[in-house]
């Protein structure tokens, strides 16, 4: 899918760059952000939050992710990520799985510092992914 110059961009691109400012991420040094909308356009954000522990640490997708479940939502249109790199910065692998897991037709908008936009989905990201659909079949 394409890459584009926003100039006034979407609240959830706005909400991704402002969650981004809440990063704790004094270890890597990489803030990221993220704004998860809902299908009846709720946001919920999140940024990474890192531990002393590594393993411990969290990203801002699953964040934002796991807020809007905490809170009963189910149906889920788009994540944006934003980061400080001039590349567009997609999901790790462990964020791309919990994607799949509660939103598999999801759209995934990579905001990078240049104020671009490119849009993907989680599909295209995690070609055939493992999901439920394995689990039920044992």
Known sequence: MG???A???PAILQQARKAKTHSFSPYSNFAVGAALETKSG???TGCNIESSSYGLTICAERVAMFKA???GESQFSRIAVCTDTDEFCP???????????FAPNIKVLLLNS???V???TIAALLPEAFNKDFLNNR
């Open 91 to 101: 999901p790790c692998g462990a964020c791309r799985q919990v994607l799949v897991d």
């Open 3 to 5: 890459e584009y110059l």
């Open 118 to 120: 490119k849009e993907t």
């Open 114 to 116: 240049k104020n671009e």
């Open 7 to 9: 100039r006034k961009q």
């Open 69 to 71: 479940i905490s809170e």
């Open 42 to 44: 709720k946001i919920y």
